[in-house]
T-cell receptor
Framework: DAGVIQSPRHEVTEMGQEVTLRCKPISGHDYLFWYRQTMMRGLELLIYFNNNVPIDDSGMPEDRFSAKMPNASFSTLKIQPSEPRDSAVYFC???????????FGSGTRLTVV | AQSVSQHNHHVILSEAASLELGCNYSYGGTVNLFWYVQYPGQHLQLLLKYFSGDPLVKGIKGFEAEFIKSKFSFNLRKPSVQWSDTAEYFCAVNGPAGSNTGKLIFGQGTTLQVKP
């Protein structure tokens, strides 16, 4: 079991650029979650999918953020255009079924300058 | 809407001291409860979880938590902390149990600093 795999681990980009974060969930898990962690706001749920379908995207902060899950083994979180206030650690997590708890990926530390 | 409250934001203890971190949740129905730990620079890892049955749950690394339904609480305990327990601890709730709603609601986290 390779766990939840996120890439890249670190991303530094300039304001206005497009950023794409990637996640590969654990095989067989049917839930996938994207969280953002900052010192000020803690852990925020951005969006989650069940069987590749977005269930709740109420946490997505703005239209600049979008997420897709084209198949059961891959998801992306895109920010376009990026802003300095988007700087955070973005975690992906997967679960099957959800009430057994999540397995988190190692996160992507995003810095927008 | 469900919410999770962790009373202690920052706790400092000496090694061998006992630990108790508070967690209260707002949902009135049957819930699933979790504690996660995040070591510096790492991702969240599951410490322990409660679904049903014995309200005293034992997890990894000597941690335990007690579910008290009447108090809507799920406090984390450890009899004797070690320097390696320095981390951030998150309480989380999902419910109603068995509903498969998917979403875990996390508390704001408690930073534990253990002095050697």
């Amino acid at each position: 079991d390779a766990g939840v795999i996120q890439s890249p681990r670190h991303e530094v980009t300039e304001m206005g650029q497009e950023v794409t974060l990637r996640c590969k969930p654990i095989s067989g898990h049917d839930y996938l979650f994207w969280y953002r962690q900052t010192m000020m706001r803690g852990l925020e749920l951005l969006i989650y999918f069940n069987n590749n379908v977005p269930i709740d995207d109420s946490g997505m902060p703005e239209d600049r953020f979008s997420a897709k899950m084209p198949n059961a083994s891959f998801s992306t979180l895109k920010i376009q255009p990026s802003e300095p206030r988007d700087s955070a650690v973005y975690f992906c997590a997967s679960s099957f079924p959800s009430f057994y708890g999540y397995t988190f990926g190692s996160g992507t530390r995003l810095t927008v300058v | 809407a469900q919410s999770v409250s962790q009373h202690n934001h920052h706790v400092i203890l000496s090694e061998a001291a006992s630990l108790e971190l508070g967690c209260n949740y707002s949902y009135g129905g049957t819930v699933n409860l979790f504690w996660y730990v995040q070591y510096p620079g790492q991702h969240l890892q599951l410490l322990l979880k409660y679904f049903s049955g014995d309200p005293l749950v034992k997890g990894i690394k000597g941690f335990e938590a007690e579910f008290i339904k009447s108090k809507f609480s799920f406090n984390l305990r450890k009899p004797s902390v070690q320097w390696s327990d320095t981390a951030e601890y998150f309480c989380a709730v999902n419910g109603p149990a068995g509903s498969n709603t998917g979403k875990l609601i996390f508390g704001q986290g408690t930073t534990l600093q253990v002095k050697p």
